[in-house]
């Protein structure tokens, strides 16, 4: 049985994990209960709750917004990388939030959702680990106030300052409750049944190939998620369905010993446990 603790160790950082059969229950848990940051998988509750909120009516998924050049807000992909005014639907934007983690996509939905929502819908299902603080915007303004600098810091002494690494300060959640939250995207029980497959739609878009899906190379392996990343913390999490129509939603948070913003090591590792997690699940 492979030592879960002894390959985050390895990798030079303390890890946070839990994996589940999405059909049988059996789960594998390393600090399964503790409060990580999350970064931004906070986008997968947004939307959530932006689906539930299309169901009930209250928003267009298909509305056409403009996304002014001048509004954006930081960030290396999407619309946030974008130099000019954007128009896009509501739909589209949700794409590009969890497809490649479009900063700017992600606030302009906070914009129609509304934080409180998300709130609201994760404490009515139970999810009580689980609180989203501040939109991207406000996340990274409170970075630049405690490090005292625009660039993302390095120092060990202004990293240990940053609210945005506490999780009593920040956007948090625990492993459990995630693969919770994804358990309910699969069962279609987080929104209606054509809105969940919208969202494992586009969870199974996402680009990024070199953490979760870095432990399932595999053509008949689907590998679906969310990633999250801030200095120190690298994150995902995400489904992986096998051709025998095995599932499995796994979580695994990391936090580096070491301050690069490059940590390839801390990358590969979510690959690594999740496999071996799911290994275990499968027997």
Known sequence: MTDLGGLFRAAGVTGFLHAVDLDTGAEVAHGADEPVVLASVFKLALLVEFFRQADAGRLDVTE???????????????????????????????????????????????????????????????????????????????????????????????????????????????????????????????????????????????????????????????????????PTVRNEVGVVEYPDGGRYAVAVFTRSYGTAQNQPRADAVIGTAARAAVERLRG
């Open 64 to 230: 056409r917004v403009t996304v002014m050049a001048d509004r954006h807000t930081p960030g290396p992909t999407g619309v946030s990388a974008m130099a000019d005014d954007v128009t896009m639907s509501l739909r589209d934007l949700a794409y590009l939030m969890i497809a490649v983690s479009d900063n700017t996509a992600a606030d302009t939905l906070v914009g129609r959702v509304g934080l409180s929502a998300v709130n609201t819908m994760l404490a009515a299902e139970g999810l009580d680990g689980t609180w989203v603080e501040h939109d991207c915007r406000s996340l990274f303004a409170s970075i630049v106030e405690d490090a005292g600098q625009e660039e993302m810091p390095t120092d060990p002494a202004m990293i240990a300052r940053l609210r945005a690494l506490d999780p009593a300060r920040t956007s948090r959640s625990t492993p459990r409750d995630m693969t919770r939250l994804l358990g309910m995207v699969w069962r279609d029980e987080a929104a209606s049944a054509a809105s969940c497959a919208s969202m494992r739609r586009l969870l199974g878009l996402q680009v990024w190939p070199h953490r979760l899906a870095a432990g399932f190379p595999y053509d008949d392996v689907a590998v679906s998620g969310k990633t999250g990343t801030l």
